[in-house]
């Protein structure tokens, strides 16, 4: 298989607070990796790297071999935090078309039947379609999350970058966010970012811990001195039981590689 | 005053150039408004002051002079906010009130008899002449045009630049031409309302448009019919009133806007009354 993203040495300052160090890190082509780790971490930090929104202070990032910003318009995403205001005249149907547009400055721009289609289908996958109409100011924090996944899912991207995307959802939204997740992943790598532990048991491929430095790469198999190292105390996760695959006992641990 | 207008050449022209400039005005001031860019704009339009000046000072038609400077002023506004994250509204207080004195040092300098400012500080909508009228049209359809033919993409870059840059949409490009797009605009008013009543020009017809939409497109359909209303009206009531136009058009804009604010406050006041 392929690596689709490779992550060398990249080192990420902000003015004097460094929240990338020396990070490494390959994805392969259709792997589902979850990341997580602390908050400040540099999970969020990492992702706008890999999207080409943030230039590392040094080391490199390759998508399909090539730099972040050729790579543009292959990658859908879904941020943390929206920067745009929530009062701007636009719908949730209008919302969800942008991911259809194509780069560049292409003049007298039409979406066509299809791109109505395939926005049409997703915003039906995502419950929001009788929604369609209304402008987004208006929607529940779970409304707007949804129509934001819907948005980065019709861009048909080869890679998904999610950072935190079910943080606001309930959990039968979430889990069926999972399994429309599990079912893109047949077509599509995706990176998600995310301190929904159940979620990393039951659904990821590989895990990434990360807290300035990659701590872990690898099966989704947390050791308590990971953990410990990662988050610096025995974490919440363990004591609401976690399921079996994430935590391994002490002895057994996945191998850093770093 | 229909048979007046259809006499004399200048009121035809004022009609023409009050309908170019709410075009202008409508397109530019929803963009701005929605890029939450009102205090840049109002730095840029004064900037047109020192170019003003600036082109009595070489004996150069002043509204090219005003072309110049705000096209560039605009540039310099767009590069300071891509490359700072300082609060731009403290270099645009400063390219405010620079440009402002440079337009007054311009015209200090300028031998002979001093030209009279108040034109371009208050507007005065009755001597726009046809060759400032051909300007303003032109500029007018490259304002339109650039929008029309960008719209959708516009509308990514306004609503959320972040994500538009990921799907690989120039949008520094697209925030260089809205700046240039603004400065355009600025120069296309000057002569109707003023360079100081231009913010009321741009700000309050899209202001009471979104009272009545939720759609990017229809805002500016509705702010330009909005803007033709307020500039008509005003040079009607300037007319019979016998006062100057800027004035007239800016404190008619300044009247509706206010009560327009009054009955929806009351109004909303009054639904969450019943509803509460
Ligand atoms: N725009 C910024 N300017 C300065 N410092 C920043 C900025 N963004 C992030 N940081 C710092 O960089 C570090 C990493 O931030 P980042 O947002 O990547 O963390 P994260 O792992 O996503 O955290 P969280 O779980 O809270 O989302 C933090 O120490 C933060 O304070
Ligand atoms: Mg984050």
Avoid at chain 1, 173 to 183: A, F, M, R, T
Avoid at chain 1, 209 to 238: A, F, Q
Avoid at chain 2, 163 to 179: A, P, Q
Wanted: glycine share 8%; hydrophobic share 45%; aromatic share 8%.
């Amino acid at each position: 298989m392929t690596n689709v993203i490779e992550v060398k040495n990249v080192t990420v300052y902000y003015t004097h607070v460094c929240a990338l160090s020396n990070v490494n890190m390959l994805v392969r082509d259709k792997e589902f990796l979850g990341i997580i780790g602390p908050n400040g971490g540099g999970k969020s930090t990492l992702l706008k790297v890999i999207l080409g929104l943030i230039q590392p202070n040094s080391g490199e990032v390759k998508i399909f071999g090539q730099p972040p910003t050729k790579a543009l318009g292959t990658m859908g995403y879904i941020p943390q935090f929206t920067k745009f205001h929530r009062d701007f005249p636009i719908s949730v149907e209008e919302t969800v078309l942008m991911g259809r547009l194509s780069g560049g400055i292409p003049l007298f721009h039409k979406y066509t039947k299809k791109d109505y289609e395939i926005a049409h289908s997703l915003m039906d996958k995502l419950d929001i379609y009788s929604l369609k109409d209304r402008q987004i100011g208006q929607l529940s924090g779970g409304q707007l999350q949804r129509t934001l996944i819907a948005r980065a899912l019709t861009v048909r991207p080869k890679i998904l970058i999610l950072d935190e995307p079910t943080a606001s959802l309930d959990t039968e939204s979430k889990s069926h966010i999972y399994e429309i997740l599990e079912e893109l992943n047949n077509d599509m790598t995706i990176i998600m970012v995310t301190h929904d532990m159940s979620a990393v048991s039951s659904h990821i491929q590989t895990l990434a811990c990360l807290n300035v430095n990659m701590h872990y790469h690898g099966h989704p198999e947390l050791t308590d001195e990971l953990v410990n190292k990662l988050y610096g105390c025995p974490v919440d996760l363990i004591a609401h039981g976690v399921p079996h695959r994430v935590l391994k006992e002490h002895n057994k641990g996945g191998h850093d590689h770093a | 005053m229909l048979k007046t207008i259809m006499q004399y050449q200048f009121l035809q022209n004022a009609v023409i150039s009050a309908v170019l400039a709410s075009i202008a005005c409508g397109i530019i001031g929803t963009i701005i408004i929605e890029k939450r860019l009102v205090m840049m704009s109002g730095g840029i339009a004064h900037t047109a002051f020192g170019g003003i000046g600036l082109g009595f000072f070489l004996g150069i038609e002043p509204i090219i002079g005003a072309l110049v400077i705000t096209v560039g002023a605009a540039l310099g506004v767009a590069t300071i906010k891509r490359k700072t994250s300082m609060n731009t509204d403290i270099p645009i207080g400063i390219f405010w009130a620079a440009g402002m004195s440079l337009g007054v040092l311009f015209v200090a300098l300028t031998p002979g008899y001093p030209p009279d400012m108040n034109t371009y500080l208050f507007g005065d909508i009755l001597t726009v002449s046809r060759s400032n009228l051909y300007i303003i049209l032109s500029l007018d359809i490259l304002v339109a045009l650039a929008v029309i033919a960008l719209f959708q993409h516009f509308k990514a870059y306004l609503f959320d630049e972040e994500f538009s840059t990921v799907m690989g949409i120039k949008t520094t490009f697209i925030e260089y031409l809205l700046f240039i797009l603004i400065a355009l605009t600025v120069v296309v008013v000057i002569h109707v309302v003023g360079i100081i009543l231009i913010m009321a020009l741009l700000t309050a017809p899209p202001a009471i448009a979104r009272l009545f939409t939720h759609n990017l497109k229809r805002l500016m359909v509705y702010s330009i019919l909005i803007g033709i209303f307020f500039t008509l009206t005003g040079l009607w009531l300037s007319y019979t009133l016998n006062i100057p136009s800027g004035t007239a058009i800016a404190l008619f804009i300044s009247v509706v806007y206010g009560a327009v604010s009054l009955v929806r406050a009351l109004t909303q006041r009054r639904l969450r009354h019943n509803n509460g």
